[in-house]
């Protein structure tokens, strides 16, 4: 079976850190195309950052750059995002995606065929 579980969500205050985590079973992220994304209440879903495992290069959304981390253990079949100097606005529950067998990553939920069940992630003082 399938299956993608995000954890590593909270409460933390503006200016600190967390670290999600998206442990895959039932397949092997290696060749797959990884992404995380993010939703808020009453907004669409956005995408945050993704990783192709061509190259392993990365992408990241123009208001997580320089803030955040993607990277990814194949050894472990994990996927991180590194989230560093958090702001309000990074409230939202945040999700991760494969597509498997895509060389090249994408930031649009709609190329992404499985899903994680997200991890609730709020940034308030």
């Known amino acids: 079976q399938v299956q993608l579980v995000e954890s590593g969500g909270g409460l933390v205050k503006p200016g600190g850190s967390l670290r999600l985590s998206c442990a895959a079973s039932?397949?092997?992220?290696?060749?797959?195309?990884i992404g995380w994304f993010r939703q808020a209440p009453g907004k669409e879903r956005e995408g945050v950052s993704c990783?192709?495992?061509?190259?392993?290069?990365?992408y990241y959304a123009d208001s997580m750059k320089g803030r955040f981390t993607m990277s990814r253990d194949n050894a472990k079949n994990t996927v991180f995002l590194q989230m560093n100097n958090l702001k309000p606005e990074d409230t939202a529950v945040y999700y991760c995606?494969?597509?498997?067998?895509?060389?090249?990553?994408?930031?649009?939920?709609?190329?992404?065929?499985?899903w994680g069940q997200g991890t609730q992630v709020t940034v308030s003082s």
């Open positions: 995606a494969a597509e498997p067998a895509a060389p090249v990553c994408s930031s649009w939920p709609e190329e992404y065929t499985y």
């Open positions: 039932g397949f092997t992220l290696d060749y797959d195309a």
């Open positions: 990783i192709s495992p061509s190259d392993g290069s990365t």
